[in-house]
């Protein structure tokens, strides 16, 4: 039986070879997923300052035998390649016109209030866009002007939220938007192209025009027959019919003199970096970068909220699939920074504990997205006290004790305390909708602690209105 995988010493690495394993979980270090294709010598550095040993996959990549990938700087073979390397058995789309790589500015928006504050101007923002956009989307259907800087100041004020607390929107987006797909998918494709364009620091004024680009890409959907919308399986002629709705939409906004910066966005946003969009097949730095990120923000939404599934899957596996598309569909290092934005358990996200617990993740911390404050749901209490447990899973040390002291004798014998798995919503009897309501109304999320003064330990406040309400719809 031929080696499939080698462990080598970081020193060893090179690239083009396929890390499969690591000494250490891939939580603990900066990479989204499990598996990496080295392509630069910046993930070399950071393999190396994380671990002192890996596995090698020899059969996705390059083994010790063949030898190492060299840098090229300049031209090869009559172009540039945009990772800046060649390497044995490592390709790059043809002819993709060189990117930049995104520039990031860490620090330059840190969560300015707590969850619960923002949530009643986060609900307020919601509606006024909600109801700006529905609005909007009837009048340039129709072919008449309509309140254009009434749609801007209202995502004006939906940016703003995301700035001050990225979590309440989340929530509330999964509580209030319960009518037509579309409606929906623009909506949320917004919130994480403006969570994206906050985690990399991006100027207000350019978020703006990203949120409205992306709330408009599908207003040219209009002019499409409902038949071919719904319809799963298009034969050629039907595709190239569907397509035409980026065409209707640009057409639409210039009528209703849209700015061009946001119809840039309308016009591109389906384009993918290897030239395999539409509608001109642009490649690579050829498409404005507010218009690959609506482009990333699209697809996430579309394959975490299917639209003829009746549960989303689990964001992990999102997350994988739109890791898998990074140099082909996707600009490298965009999709890379677009899932450190989101994490890999983002607002609302149902997860296992290693201790067995099942809870809800309820808020997230921007540098630290592996270890956010979860909901633990008290299912063996449920009935007596209707409670739930707020851990912060970032003090581990006090989030064992709160769950020891509550009587989960697990928290004490695990190795980590960490989140173990999402889970996929469609096998569990719970209506996030239900639960996001009733958390986002009764629910104090701020942890506090009694120190008793004779043993020292922590008790923590636990609150009946949550889980007594819903008991009756989570069934496990």
Known sequence: ????????????????????????PWSQTPFP???LLVKSPKEISSLRNYCDYVYIDVTKGL?????????????????????????KGLGSAADVTEVSPIEVKRGVYRQQVSLASEVEHAEKALLQLRGQFTLAAKQIVKGREFDYQ???DSVADMVNSVVRCPDAFTWLLRLRLKDQHSHDHSMRSALWAVQFARFVGMPKDQMSVLCLGTLLKDIGKIKLPNALLRKKKRTPEEVAEYQKFVEYGVEMLRSSNVEPRVVSVVRFHCER??????????RGGKIPLLARIAGIATTY??????????????????????????????????????????????????????????????EQHAESRLTPKVAV??????????????????????????????????????????????LDLSGYDV???????????????????AVSDSVGDETPVRQGGFYANIRDRFRL
């Open 150 to 152: 009434g749609l801007k």
């Open 301 to 362: 939404d579309a394959i975490s909220n299917p639209r003829e599934a009746e549960e989303p899957v689990a964001p992990s596996r999102a997350v994988s699939l739109l890791y898998n598309l990074r140099d082909k569909k996707f600009q490298d290092d965009l999709v890379v920074q677009f899932i450190q934005s989101i994490g890999l358990y983002p607002t609302g996200t149902l997860v296992e504990l290693t201790t067995g617990d099942v809870g809800i993740v309820v």
């Open 33 to 35: 997923i499990q598996g």
């Open 63 to 87: 083994s010790p035998i063949e030898g190492t990938a060299t840098f090229n700087q300049s031209k090869s073979a009559g172009r540039k390649v945009s990772s800046g390397f060649v390497s």
């Open 1 to 24: 039986m031929s080696i499939k995988q080698i462990k080598i010493s970081v020193e060893d690495i090179t690239m083009g070879m396929y890390v499969s394993c690591l000494d250490r």
């Open 273 to 282: 970096h290897d030239g395999t969009g539409f509608p001109e097949g642009l």
């Open 377 to 422: 749901l008290d299912q063996q209490k449920a009935q007596a006290s209707g409670a739930y447990i707020l851990v912060d899973l970032k003090d581990e040390d006090l989030s064992r004790r709160i769950l020891e002291k509550s009587g989960r004798s697990k928290a004490k014998s695990v190795s980590k305390l960490a989140i173990a798995r999402d």
């Open 431 to 449: 209506d996030i909708a239900a639960v996001s309501s009733i958390f986002m109304k009764s629910a104090q999320m701020v942890l506090e602690t």
